[in-house]
């Protein structure tokens, strides 16, 4: 097993609870806790080799010439990391089978669960920065659909489109800022980029690369000012609350800071940016929450106000404070999920989060308020948890600190305040649900979860304890292995013991737990003076910035386009003369005359053809049908040319292309209005007539440029390469299904793309049949002509054999997957003309959606197949074999993939002629088909 198998075991993962859904809850989250569990298993063998000070590191070949090289690697910062989220995701499962309910869709939750997983493991594992961004926005969409699992709460939406946003944009800001890193140090590979921290330091573009980075992983953490978006989310279920907030999405800004650490830190820039974005978001975060009432909306802040915590140290200039940090990390998602987890049960099983109703619940579920009173002591720092030990070590962290120079005394002074504040909101979780009086108004009778609804909490809190009271014998290893690969040098002298005598970071320990006492004791005071403040909401300030920012683009929007497609093309075609004039002014006149092709009276002929063929069509425009049969004169002449310039395979795809085009242009025209539009007016012909000359002279300029400058091409590689590399002897072919055969792939996607939403567009169509022509002429009411009918059906067998014949062939000669499929596609669209839509209906039963899924698939798989033999993507596999009464034959997985690229066009191309041509009967598409 490797780094990327367990990866894909994880997607694949995805798909497990949607199918094992239907067997029972119990089963559906069995079989749902086993790829995680597998990649659990794998990444544990690993724990030794990793403590040891191995790097795992796995490449794959992708596409290595512009950087897109799939790789791994798990230092002691992504086991530590890997650890979390596979450990507590796996506890996340368990608690959510109990915490749903029965009416709810847990497969689906489970699937996003999954997928959420999934893409944090590939972030914390990734090697490659482009790899991680993919991953880190793949968060983005899976949290997203999380956070909106309840759909019909607006608030679940609302959370869910401020978290989309705020991160999502975050995420381009990283995607510019790790692009500029990776052009500083010459790669994308993030061993490379790790080993150049001066070479970034010293490069001019170093500050805007780090604030990129930095609005990446802020948003993300949800520091100020981006703060605003996290409370929100949690109108997800409790579940994805304990997730998020504990071992993923949050924590995912904070692993960058660490993992970009050893690059981007060590700067006074650095050091004042991230310290004092930490110190505030700390501050904020734990003011704030001993003043929300809401249970989730408490523990919410205390993550922002934690999570600051974490940036702070990392902000701070001692490599102890980066340790700090990590230790932090550890122990917060240990406390705080089973707090949120706790939380949960609390409101499952009283109905409510409002802590002005809870109280003395300590009555009523005396061992849910043991385990949760033991995380809030964490939590808030009290001695004997593991809270405390990393608070300890954040408070003396503070003591050094000089981002601020002389006024460098405020940091550890502030730190103890937010300390003060973390004690009074912890007692205050503790006080006011599980004592202070009786419940009040509760939707029903408090009591205990099921028992393994509190197994997850169980294990958790025990953690809590053992690390608080044996730090170095479970946890000091791994802490050694992620500081080594944070600090990338040797680690600073630390110990984790319990008791470091009597010093001043103790004493503020103590100033945190008494002053927190008092705080809450008279928190009264605290109370009336914050009411005089006016709570803002966020959600509508962010809808509102939302709207304003709809009507700045509804207005721009207004004012450019008046609905006229005329216009349209027409600013299109001037940005396009702008663009393309200015490179042919600078271009230097060709010196080297090269030899003219000889012309002979067949060329002359046909070009004389094209010429008038296309100014005829602009001439009769009005008069559609004559215009569509011109304009095929045009394409059948240009295929000619591709033909006589030994262009074969361009030659028989223009003529494919072309028939098809006449039938989808004849469909359209049928239901156009019979009279066309008035004439343009003088003014608008001279200014289309302008465009088009000025167009036109450039497209001469362009052509004339190429065939009389001396340029360097690359045909000859191809040429060369073809049979030894690609197994053909059709250069092009090859080309298209071997050496740009991720091109390809991402072509027929687009074509299957554009049919599927020409098909949904077609859906709610409907449209009256013409019945005369626009000199009132009846249409014949013989619609299928007899000839027609029998020359089509004799032409069928022929054409489907030609199209195979066109298949087999086109790797080495003329030929292939696309034409085939055109071929076919012309073959079975001629039966709908001959026959109609009711008579092929029954006849053909083909899904052509599924056909177009199915081509695509194909395609794809043949081009990972190449990973299981240690080839880069999509590459062509061949050999030759002797096959009994036929002889010695080439077989290529080239032609596996050109059957992808068969179905495809094959079920795209007739998904739309033949939907278009279902609206003139009785089998008009519908959503439904």
Request: proline share 4%; charged share 10%.
């Given at each position: ?12 993962g995805v798909?497990i ?5 239907r067997?029972g809850r119990?089963l559906?989250t069995?079989?749902t806790?086993?790829a995680p569990?597998?990649?659990l ?5 690993l724990i ?5 000070g191995e ?9 290595p010439s512009?950087g897109?090289?799939l790789s791994?690697r ?16 796996i506890?996340i ?5 109990y915490?749903?309910?029965e009416k709810?869709?847990?497969g689906?939750?489970?699937s996003y ?6 893409a944090m493991?590939?972030i914390?594992?990734s090697?490659?920065v ?5 991953a880190?926005?793949?968060?983005s969409?899976s ?7 309840w759909s ?12 989309l946003?705020?991160t999502?944009?975050g995420?381009?800001a990283?995607?510019?800022g790790?692009l ?7 790669s ?14 010293e ?11 930095l ?5 993300k ?5 981006f703060h605003?978006w996290l409370?929100h989310a949690?109108?997800?279920p ?9 071992a ?13 650490y ?11 940016i991230?310290s ?5 978001t ?12 809401d249970?989730?909306?408490l523990l ?11 940036t702070l140290?990392?902000?701070?200039d001692?490599?102890?404070a980066a340790?700090?940090?990590?230790f932090?990390i ?5 406390f705080?999920?089973s ?5 949960g049960?609390i ?20 061992y ?8 809030a002591a964490s939590?808030?720092g009290?001695p ?10 954040f408070l003396a962290?503070?003591?050094h ?8 005394w405020?940091?550890?002074?502030l ?11 912890s007692l205050?979780?503790i006080h006011?649900?599980?004592?202070n ?9 408090p009591?205990?979860p ?7 909490i169980?294990?958790l809190?025990?953690?809590?304890l053992?690390?608080g ?7 000091g290893?791994?802490l ?6 944070v ?11 319990i ?6 970071p ?11 006492l008092?705080?809450?004791a008279?928190?009264s ?7 005089q403040?006016?709570?803002s909401?966020e959600?509508?300030?962010?809808e ?8 700045y683009?509804t207005?721009?929007h207004?004012g450019?386009?008046n609905?006229?497609l005329q ?6 075609l001037?940005f ?10 600078n ?5 080297t ?7 002979g009276?067949v060329e ?6 094209l ?16 215009a ?9 002449i ?7 310039f030994?262009?074969?395979d361009?030659?028989l795809?223009?003529?494919?292309v072309?028939?098809v085009?006449?039938?989808?242009l ?7 209005p019979?009279?066309?539009?008035s004439?343009?007016a ?5 200014r289309d007539v302008?465009i088009a ?9 362009i052509?004339y ?22 197994g053909?002897t ?7 299904v ?8 991402g072509e027929i996607?687009?074509l299957?793309i ?5 098909f949904k ?6 449209l009256?049949?013409?019945?005369a022509n626009e ?5 014949s ?11 089509s ?10 199209s ?5 062939r086109?790797?080495?000669?003329p030929g292939?997957?696309?034409i085939?499929?055109?071929?076919t ?5 001629q039966?709908y003309i ?7 209906k ?5 899904d052509?959606q599924?056909l177009?899924?199915?081509?695509v698939?194909i395609?794809t ?6 990973w ?7 590459t062509?596999w ?8 036929i002889g010695?034959i ?5 032609l ?9 066009v094959v ?7 033949a939907n ?6 009785v089998?008009r598409?519908?959503?439904e088909?």
């Amino acid at each position: 097993m490797s780094l990327f198998w367990i990866t894909a075991i994880l997607l694949i993962g995805v798909v497990i609870p949607l199918v094992t859904e239907r067997f029972g809850r119990t089963l559906n989250t069995i079989f749902t806790m086993l790829a995680p569990a597998i990649a659990l298993a794998y990444i544990v063998s690993l724990i030794p080799a990793v403590l040891a000070g191995e790097i795992v590191t796995e490449y794959l070949e992708w596409i290595p010439s512009i950087g897109l090289t799939l790789s791994m690697r798990l230092d002691g910062l992504a086991l530590m990391f890997a650890l979390l989220i596979l450990g507590i995701g796996i506890l996340i499962i368990v608690y959510a089978r109990y915490y749903l309910s029965e009416k709810e869709a847990v497969g689906r939750f489970f699937s996003y669960l999954i997928l959420f997983m999934t893409a944090m493991l590939s972030i914390v594992l990734s090697n490659n920065v482009l790899q991680m961004w993919m991953a880190w926005e793949v968060t983005s969409i899976s949290s997203f659909l999380l956070i909106s699992f309840w759909s019909t709460k607006s608030e679940s939406r609302k959370g869910a489109r401020m978290a989309l946003t705020v991160t999502g944009a975050g995420g381009l800001a990283l995607l510019a800022g790790l692009l500029l890193i990776a052009d500083m140090v010459g790669s994308y590979e993030l061993s490379t980029i790790l080993a150049s921290g001066d070479l970034i330091r010293e490069h001019a573009l170093y500050p805007v690369a780090l604030i990129l980075v930095l609005l990446g992983a802020f948003t993300k953490s949800a520091q100020f000012p981006f703060h605003f978006w996290l409370p929100h989310a949690m109108a997800a279920p409790t579940p994805v609350s304990a997730y998020l907030h504990s071992a993923t999405m949050v924590k995912a800004g904070i692993f960058l800071l660490a993992r970009m650490y050893p690059v981007l830190s060590g700067t006074e820039m650095w050091f004042l940016i991230v310290s004092m974005t930490g110190l505030i978001t700390l501050l904020l975060g734990a003011y704030t929450a001993l003043f929300k009432h809401d249970l989730k909306g408490l523990l919410a802040y205390s993550t922002i106000s934690h999570l600051g915590l974490i940036t702070l140290l990392l902000g701070l200039d001692t490599k102890l404070a980066a340790v700090a940090a990590l230790f932090h990390i550890m122990n917060h998602a240990v406390f705080k999920a089973s707090l949120f987890m706790a939380a949960g049960i609390i409101d499952h099983e009283s109905g409510t989060r409002d802590m002005r109703k809870l109280g003395g619940l300590w009555r009523f579920m005396p061992y849910t308020a043991t385990l949760a009173m033991v995380a809030a002591a964490s939590m808030a720092g009290v001695p004997l948890f593991n809270g405390f030990l990393s608070k300890e070590m954040f408070l003396a962290e503070t003591l050094h600190s000089s981002a601020l120079g002389f006024l460098s005394w405020m940091t550890p002074v502030l730190a103890t305040v937010a300390s003060v504040f973390a004690v009074a909101y912890s007692l205050r979780f503790i006080h006011d649900v599980f004592f202070n009086g009786e419940p009040k108004g509760l939707p029903k009778t408090p009591h205990e979860p099921p028992r393994y609804m509190k197994i997850p909490i169980e294990i958790l809190v025990a953690l809590c304890l053992l690390v608080g009271i044996f730090p170095n014998y479970i946890i000091g290893g791994l802490l050694d292995a992620a500081a080594s690969s944070v600090l990338i040098g040797e680690l600073p002298d630390y110990s984790l013991s319990i008791w470091h005598g009597f010093n001043l970071p103790l004493l503020m320990s103590a100033v945190a737990i008494g002053g927190g006492l008092l705080v809450y004791a008279y928190r009264s005071h605290l109370y009336r003076f914050q009411a005089q403040f006016k709570e803002s909401d966020e959600k509508r300030v962010f809808e509102g910035v939302i709207q304003t920012l709809v009507g700045y683009a509804t207005r721009a929007h207004d004012g450019l386009g008046n609905g006229s497609l005329q216009r349209y093309i027409a600013a299109l075609l001037f940005f396009a003369i702008a663009v393309t004039a200015l490179p042919l002014i600078n271009l230097d006149t060709a010196k080297t005359h090269f030899p003219d092709q000889a012309v002979g009276g067949v060329e002359i002929i046909a070009a004389i053809i094209l010429c008038l063929s296309a100014i005829a069509t602009v001439i009769y425009h009005r008069k559609r049908m004559v215009a569509l049969i011109t304009l095929s004169v045009v394409g059948l002449i240009v295929s000619i040319a591709f033909a006589r310039f030994s262009a074969p395979d361009l030659a028989l795809t223009q003529l494919a292309v072309e028939v098809v085009t006449v039938i989808l242009l004849m469909l359209a025209l049928y239901f156009l209005p019979q009279k066309t539009p008035s004439e343009s007016a003088p003014s608008r012909v001279v200014r289309d007539v302008s465009i088009a000359a000025a167009l036109g002279g450039l497209v001469a300029t362009i052509n004339y440029a190429f065939i009389t400058q001396p340029l360097d091409t690359i045909s000859e590689f191809f040429l060369e390469n073809s049979k030894t590399g690609g197994g053909g002897t059709n250069a092009v072919n090859v080309i298209l299904v071997d050496f740009r055969g991720l091109d390809t792939l991402g072509e027929i996607l687009v074509l299957g793309i554009a049919a599927l939403g020409i098909f949904k567009l077609l859906a709610r169509i409907r449209l009256a049949m013409p019945t005369a022509n626009e000199n009132g002429l009846p249409w014949s009411e013989d619609r299928h002509p007899p000839i027609l009918t029998m020359i089509s059906q004799s032409l069928l067998p022929l054409a489907l054999l030609v199209s195979f014949y066109i298949f087999l062939r086109g790797h080495n000669m003329p030929g292939g997957g696309f034409i085939a499929g055109l071929i076919t596609s012309v073959a079975l669209i001629q039966q709908y003309i001959a026959h109609g839509v009711d008579w092929v209906k029954p006849r053909i039963k083909v899904d052509y959606q599924i056909l177009i899924a199915l081509g695509v698939l194909i395609a794809t798989l043949t081009g990972i197949g190449s990973w299981f033999f240690d080839r880069p993507f999509m590459t062509t596999w061949f050999d030759y074999f002797d096959i009994p009464f036929i002889g010695e034959i080439e077989l290529a997985s080239a032609l596996i993939f050109d059957l992808g690229v068969y179905l495809t066009v094959v079920g795209a191309t007739l998904l739309i002629l033949a939907n278009l041509g279902k609206l003139t009967s009785v089998h008009r598409p519908t959503s439904e088909e």
